[in-house]
């Protein structure tokens, strides 16, 4: 089994879940009593939330590069961002690691073409939605046309996950502002909706939505397994 790497802590209440998932998925595919070989490097959230609010992206890969190395260095066969914003670094990242970086929007891409849709929602923080990392590559490496929301409804996704998903509070009325948003977007013409933030799951799932929905964390968390279980 290849170890895994996981860049955690942004938020820990997501991160909580990459951990479940690889490590249910692992014990479901191998039986007994296995479980993944990790190594995990948690960040004070706080400290990465300024950095991104502050502008400062290159200092922000400088954090996330080295706690990279680190877990290299440690012997990860590979290094997952356990966050879509941070992905807006990843380029940076990778070209410091001489393992892969599993890339959350290629895992949700490839979930997306399995499906065979072209024209999905978007739905993360302001950053995610408003810069061209996320949606860029969805259209470049997977052939993906994306939506997002208008910038009203941009504001108020994106203040749901920073006041109230990345401290672990769930609240029917924000649940039920993401469904109107969805249903915005499926009425724009969108065939499902990209969750892209690892803690928009906690709060909407399948049974919420008008429209499919692509459970980012979920995805890249089974993108691992299948790396660390590839050969076995």
Not at 21 to 42: F, K
Not at 68 to 76: E, I, K, M, N, T
Not at 181 to 210: F, H, K, N, W, Y
Request: proline fraction near 3%; charged fraction near 20%; include cysteine.
């Amino acid at each position: 089994m290849k170890r895994i790497g996981l860049l955690a802590g942004m938020s820990w209440e997501s991160s909580v879940e990459y951990y479940r998932i690889i490590n249910r998925e692992v014990a479901s595919r191998l039986g007994g009593v296995h479980s993944a070989d990790i190594l995990m490097r948690s960040f004070d959230f706080q400290n990465i939330y300024d950095l991104m609010c502050g502008g400062d992206w290159d200092g922000l890969a400088g954090v996330v590069g080295r706690a990279a190395r680190g877990l290299v260095d440690q012997g990860a066969d590979c290094v997952l961002i356990c966050t879509n914003t941070v992905h807006n670094v990843a380029a940076q990242v990778q070209e410091e690691l001489s393992v892969p970086l599993i890339h959350i929007a290629d895992a949700a891409g490839h979930a997306v073409k399995a499906a065979g849709q072209t024209r999905v929602g978007l739905l993360g923080t302001r950053f995610t939605m408003e810069l061209d990392f996320y949606a860029g590559r969805l259209a470049e490496h997977h052939g993906i046309e994306v939506l997002v929301p208008d910038q009203t409804q941009r504001g108020e996704v994106d203040r749901i996950i920073f006041e109230e998903l990345v401290k672990g509070e769930l609240r029917d009325e924000s649940r039920t502002k993401y469904v109107e948003v969805i249903a915005d977007l499926a009425s724009r013409g969108a065939q499902s909706v990209v969750l892209g933030c690892t803690e928009i799951p906690l709060l909407v799932g399948p049974q919420d939505s008008p429209l499919p929905l692509h459970d980012t964390t979920t995805l890249h968390a089974l993108a691992a397994v299948d790396f660390a279980l590839s050969g076995i």
